[in-house]
């Protein structure tokens, strides 16, 4: 039987206003979170010419791209499918300035091919952030602890980060004496954890069995101190071992020194999936999900790639994967948005669009109607408004005679049908609304 014809693409959503709030509010915390540590944001466009962005991404990535062409230049163009890329570009023509080093933030969308079967988005909401002009262990200490720090600000439950360097299983790749084909492969395989697959590549070449036994440790070897230490041996007296051993050693000193290191597992095997990676990489990892939900290194030579050589390092957020992990553990409550209903009859429409546009102005999302019953059911008919809305607080905007200027403010709460009455006076109204709708996230 023929199934039913998609109406949305796959790998797509919509995210409707409830969560479509609190998503922003997520993306607002995250981003004034990196502003503390001097990150500004940046937009980045949506699509880009094929021809420049493809100097930046590996063959893999541009097989997921979606392209089409420019209608006035005949050149192809391509969705945005990584930020990273797009950001080396920008910094490699100049445009982030010469004032080294730059911090850039950005919240976006990125857009990659996924089979449906892999059950992969295909439209990501991404927040991250790139240091660009430092090359030090301090410059890759300070991207971790940041990350860190933004999963202690919104609460992420039991997060781990897995933290690594690509250039000693590339190092220890290259003295094992497998082609430059097998030698590409072997990175891919070890870029996915697939040991079957790395296993098969090593022994297809036949390499010496200590060679191949080697190289199958590295990604099984994750811990502390320990890890490092096997490392060493297995390196000897190799420059091109050593080398990456020792700047993750200084990294992670450092995260001693900034509280981070009891959050972080070294993990030698941690290689990521792209291929500009060349330093130290990470992935972050939370009890609440299968999958990571974000990570990021560093791509010294990515910057390059487009023209002006500047060293870099950055990370990046999964934000569907980190609000379904937050939601998951609880971490997401009320986005402290829920509107004020006020009704008015129609002959005091100008004094409540008045104090609609007040509380406005206070920070206070008010939604404004004409009521549409008698005087004597406008009860009745503001508790049916408020219910069938879902709203917690209606204003009703009426004047009796003698008294002072005051509103009648019906509160809604629980299984009650009734709500409770207060009125409250004109001038006092902001301030006690305000209280009670703005919460925490």
């Known amino acids: 039987m023929k199934s039913a014809r998609s109406l949305i693409p796959i790998g797509t959503a919509t995210l409707l206003p409830q969560t479509a709030q609190r998503v922003r509010k997520l993306e607002d915390q995250l981003l004034a979170y990196v502003a503390r540590w001097g990150y500004q944001e940046i937009i980045l466009p949506t699509f880009e010419y094929l021809d420049v962005l493809s100097v930046g991404l590996a063959p893999e990535i541009l097989e997921k791209c979606y392209k089409f062409a420019d209608r006035t230049s005949g050149r192809m163009l391509v969705l945005r499918p990584d930020a990273t890329a797009q950001i080396a570009r920008m910094v490699a023509m100049g445009l982030g300035g010469d004032v080294l080093p730059l911090r850039f933030s950005y919240r976006t969308t990125v857009f990659r091919y996924e089979l449906e079967h892999r059950g992969r988005d295909r439209e990501v909401f991404q927040v991250g952030i790139e240091l660009v002009g430092n090359d030090t262990a301090q410059g890759d200490a300070e991207v971790v602890t940041m990350l860190a720090g933004v999963f202690e600000q919104v609460g992420l439950p039991e997060w781990k980060i897995s933290l690594g360097h690509v250039g000693f299983l590339k190092a220890l790749l290259a003295r094992s004496g497998l082609s430059a084909t097998g030698r590409k492969q072997a990175e891919l395989a070890a870029a996915h954890k697939d040991l079957p697959q790395l296993e098969q590549i090593l022994n297809t070449e036949r390499l010496p069995r200590g060679i191949v036994r080697n190289i199958l440790q590295v990604p099984e070897?994750?811990?502390?101190?320990?890890?490092?230490?096997?490392?060493?041996?297995?390196?000897?007296?190799?420059?091109?071992?050593?080398?990456?051993?020792?700047?993750?050693?200084?990294?992670?000193?450092?995260?001693?020194?900034?509280?981070?290191?009891?959050?972080?597992?070294?993990?030698?095997?941690?290689?990521?999936?792209?291929?500009?990676?060349?330093?130290?990489?990470?992935?972050?990892?939370?009890?609440?999900?299968?999958?990571?939900?974000?990570?990021?290194?560093?791509?010294?030579?990515?910057?390059?790639?487009?023209?002006?050589?500047?060293?870099?390092?950055?990370?990046?957020?999964?934000?569907?994967?980190?609000?379904?992990?937050?939601?998951?553990?609880?971490?997401?409550?009320?986005?402290?948005?829920?509107?004020?209903?006020?009704?008015?009859?129609?002959?005091?429409?100008?004094?409540?669009?008045?104090?609609?546009?007040?509380?406005?102005?206070?920070?206070?999302?008010?939604?404004?109607?004409?009521?549409?019953?008698?005087?004597?059911?406008?009860?009745?008919?503001?508790?049916?408004?408020?219910?069938?809305?879902?709203?917690?607080?209606?204003?009703?905007?009426?004047?009796?005679?003698?008294?002072?200027?005051?509103?009648?403010?019906?509160?809604?709460?629980?299984?009650?049908?009734?709500?409770?009455?207060?009125?409250?006076?004109?001038?006092?109204?902001?301030?006690?609304?305000?209280?009670?709708?703005?919460?925490?996230?």
Not at 238 to 251: I, M, S, W
Not at 328 to 355: C, D, K, M
Not at 375 to 394: C, D, I, M, N
């Open 221 to 441: 070897r994750c811990g502390q101190q320990d890890v490092l230490e096997w490392g060493k041996r297995i390196a000897g007296k190799d420059a091109q071992l050593l080398k990456p051993l020792h700047r993750l050693e200084q990294v992670f000193q450092q995260l001693e020194f900034t509280r981070v290191q009891q959050h972080v597992l070294l993990d030698l095997g941690e290689f990521r999936g792209f291929d500009y990676y060349d330093g130290v990489v990470f992935d972050v990892f939370t009890s609440a999900l299968g999958s990571e939900i974000g990570g990021g290194g560093r791509y010294n030579h990515l910057v390059g790639r487009f023209g002006q050589d500047r060293p870099a390092i950055g990370f990046g957020l999964d934000l569907d994967r980190v609000f379904s992990a937050l939601e998951r553990g609880g971490q997401v409550g009320s986005n402290g948005f829920a509107p004020v209903l006020l009704l008015a009859s129609g002959p005091q429409a100008r004094e409540s669009f008045s104090l609609a546009q007040t509380l406005r102005a206070t920070g206070i999302p008010v939604i404004e109607e004409t009521l549409k019953r008698a005087h004597k059911s406008s009860l009745t008919w503001a508790a049916h408004e408020a219910r069938r809305r879902g709203l917690p607080r209606v204003i009703l905007y009426e004047k009796k005679k003698g008294s002072s200027a005051s509103v009648l403010l019906l509160e809604f709460s629980g299984s009650s049908l009734k709500p409770r009455q207060t009125r409250v006076a004109l001038q006092e109204l902001p301030q006690r609304l305000g209280a009670e709708i703005h919460g925490d996230f």
